[in-house]
């Protein structure tokens, strides 16, 4: 994934770690960012210009690393050891390629021609070659995919970012972001699934998939990070930043990259 980061970090350790949305691009980006962040200093928080509600996010961060702490993180560690990776990567390929479909709608809704053919290829091939979708076939043909989420539909159209916002549990967004999530969850082809017992036993797979998918993201901020909540912040807008800019360019913007757990990863 290719991405832009604010090089930023602040000078005090809150609580830390949290929940978790969304998987495994965004690790990569958490930990160079964390290294390059580690030893700085930083202005105060509070001027920074897009986190107005900085007393509300940093209470809402703390709730979400209490609850990281309590429960997910335990969950998501006992999954990593008793399931095979194998398993596990089939798992994350699984989710990735129903993705696709509503990545193809937000593409097509973007004029985004190219990233709506990827998304169609994609999905076609992983589900028909890929034993529905278990195996990522695509990406080993070179298919790149092309992420989107109605929250980069919003910005293509014109909508600005807004504030930083951390959701209860959801974790880091943007006042758009959030506007966009419930379409989104709409969007998502397991919310089509009748059967209520199977759709939230898929819910809950992928959270705990994505969680578990970020634990070495989360044992990297521990160890580099003076300040997470303000480390995470950056990422965040970072990399939706790389994803959608306000002026409404959309670039190549892979996986889940834009998509940090609540607590950002430590989650």
Known sequence: MNHTHDETAACARPG???????????????????????CATTQDASAHPQDPFEPFNRSMYAFN???????????????????????RDGVSN??????????????????QGEGAYNSMVRF???????????????????IARRKQDF????GRWG???????????????????????????????????QDIPVRNSLYALRFVDTRA???NASDTLDAVAVDRYSLMRDVYLGLRKSGTADDGRIEDYDDDA?????????K
Request: charged share 10%; net charge negative.
């Open 16 to 38: 830390a770690g949290a929940a978790v949305w969304r998987r495994a691009s965004a690790i990569g980006a958490v930990a160079a960012v964390s290294l390059l962040s580690g």
């Open 65 to 87: 690393d209490g609850l990281d702490r309590a429960v997910l993180k335990p969950v998501a560690t006992v999954y990593r050891d008793v399931t095979p990776s194998v398993a």
């Open 94 to 111: 699984f989710f990735a390629n129903l993705g696709d479909v509503w990545s193809f709608v937000n593409n097509l809704l973007q004029g």
């Open 124 to 142: 076609s091939v992983n589900t028909f070659l890929g034993m529905g979708g278990l195996f990522d076939i695509a990406s080993e043909a070179g």
């Open 151 to 154: 929250g980069q539909t919003l």
């Open 159 to 193: 909508v600005p970012s807004g504030p930083y916002l951390v959701l209860p549990v959801m974790g880091p967004s943007t006042v758009r972001d959030a506007a966009g999530l419930p379409v989104d969850m709409l969007g998502n082809p397991v919310s089509a699934i």
């Open 213 to 215: 998918g970020l634990l």
């Open 258 to 266: 834009g998509k940090l757990p609540p607590d950002g990863g430590v």
